[in-house]
């Protein structure tokens, strides 16, 4: 189908509201927020609600048009980026932003995939309850990318990843037809659990229009510490100990270098160590409950032990939820911190808990013998196994170079991370990024399996070209 044919045809479905034609409008959407990828489309369509999408689907498919589904373009790894051929048609869901229902008996919400995440946490919030996804682009990615990405993020140690917070899905096919899935049902034994085929796959196998999702009880009070700590190893121990003392009421457990809090106090504004010396390793870590009141004296005793039996050098516990946000503002400003001391080679990695300090013992070794003036920026979500094992090279690094030194650390991290059993995308996806190298890590027969799925469902390849697979 010629290209001004597909277009009216769009604006029959969508109308003229619906599509972004000029180039200056399209900027934002065929650009990654990094600005590492590039590309270009005939139009971006922006349906209103699952039968729109329906419409536009159906049309593509027709058409042999593919599709590049978009949320708010937040991602790390290229998975809503079209190529530069021009000849993909993004379809957004940023008009989609109806919170359809809440439930507070059911411990329910549904909404729409274009909701923003905060929006859905607000909703959670004046409704009583929590919704736990939390992510640092909450006020941009939509929830439709946080599914789509299977997204992570600071609560996974108590509440789990996306996939875990979602009941059901609304999904549109490749060929339009619409899957109704939109159930808020914790048992629902009755044949393949399809909703979390779609969680995670990028979009590559439908567009997931609307979610229902779990909702908690809402947190009456949280108890924060700053935790210093002298090796990897005994940062797991303390993670190790902390949840045999409080249970499921910690609910958050990061961790960063040294080196990581250097930069963040060199290059984000106001910002300072919480603690009066310098520590190898230092933890953040959260205690929450309906029941607010045994929360500080459950984190002192806890910490004091810790402290006496040595695991830990030195801690401070926050006294008030000005002294707490401080503490996560460190946290959250490792990313503006990277971008102002160099260019991060970033690794998003996921190894066992019990193997996290072998492994970067191992790969500290290996990066200081092989790339000796890099620096590592090693932080993550250690409840989880999660690690963000970056790497930094300097602002003026040539685009040559930059390339090569990126595909030699990739692969020296990545090896060791699959000969301790670990994964090379743990929250951000596949996408663009690690497309290439997911055939050295997976088995042939998964790889195969997941090609079966793909060609079941997207015969024609048309959704997401280019990304996961």
Request: with cysteine; glycine share 10%; proline share 5%.
């Amino acid at each position: 189908m010629r290209k001004p044919e597909l277009i009216e045809r769009l604006s029959h479905l969508v109308g003229d509201t619906g599509l972004v034609l000029d180039a200056e409008g399209q900027a934002p959407y065929v650009r990654d927020w990094l600005g590492k990828w590039q590309g270009g489309t005939p139009v971006v369509v922006r349906p209103r609600n699952a039968t729109e999408v329906s419409a536009v689907m159906r049309l593509c498919h027709q058409s042999r048009t593919p599709v590049v589904p978009q949320g708010g373009n937040t991602g790390m790894s290229g998975g809503a980026t079209p190529d530069a051929s021009g000849a993909q048609v993004i379809l957004s869901l940023n008009r989609m932003t109806r919170i359809r229902e809440v439930d507070p008996v059911n411990n329910t919400l549904c909404a729409d995939a274009g909701v923003l995440l905060a929006d859905v946490q607000q909703a959670a919030r004046c409704a009583g309850r929590l919704f736990p996804l939390s992510l640092g682009s909450e006020g941009s990615c939509t929830l439709g990318g946080n599914l789509a990405t299977n997204a992570g993020g600071t609560a996974v140690l108590r509440y789990g990843n996306t996939r875990d917070l979602a009941l059901g899905l609304e999904v549109v096919l490749p060929d339009g037809r619409v899957w109704n899935g939109l159930r808020g049902l914790r048992k629902d034994n009755t044949g393949y659990d399809l909703k979390s085929l779609f969680i995670g796959s990028e979009g590559t196998l439908g567009i997931i229009t609307g979610a229902m999702l779990k909702l908690f009880p809402a947190p009456a009070g949280r108890a924060t510490a700053w935790v210093g700590v002298e090796s990897l190893a005994q940062v797991v121990g303390l993670l190790t100990r902390m949840q045999a003392a409080c249970g499921d009421r910690l609910t958050a457990f990061e961790m960063m270098s040294a080196r990581c809090l250097d930069l963040i106090v060199a290059h984000v504004d106001g910002a300072a160590n919480p603690l009066s010396a310098r520590h190898p390793y230092y933890a953040l870590l959260e205690l929450s409950d309906t029941e607010p009141s045994g929360l500080p004296a459950m984190l002192e005793s806890t910490l004091g032990g810790a402290l006496e039996a040595g695991l830990i050098q030195d801690c401070v516990i926050a006294m008030n939820d000005s002294q707490a946000q401080s503490m996560w503002r460190l946290r959250e400003g490792i990313s503006q911190a990277q971008m102002r001391a160099g260019k991060a080679v970033k690794h998003d990695i996921a190894v066992p808990i019990s193997r996290l300090a072998a492994f970067v013992d191992e790969a500290d070794l290996a990066l200081m013998s092989e790339f000796p003036h890099l620096p590592v920026v090693n932080f993550g979500h250690i409840g989880d196994g999660n690690l963000h094992y970056n790497v930094l090279l300097p602002l003026d690094v040539a685009p040559a170079e930059y390339a090569r030194l990126t595909a030699a650390l990739n692969r020296r991290v990545h090896d060791l991370v699959a000969q301790r059993g670990g994964s090379i995308s743990a929250e951000h996806g596949v996408g663009q990024l690690r497309r290439d190298e997911l055939r050295r890590y997976k088995s042939p027969v998964e790889m195969d399996l997941m090609l079966m799925i793909k060609r079941a469902l997207d015969p024609n390849q048309l959704m997401n070209p280019g990304k996961l697979l």
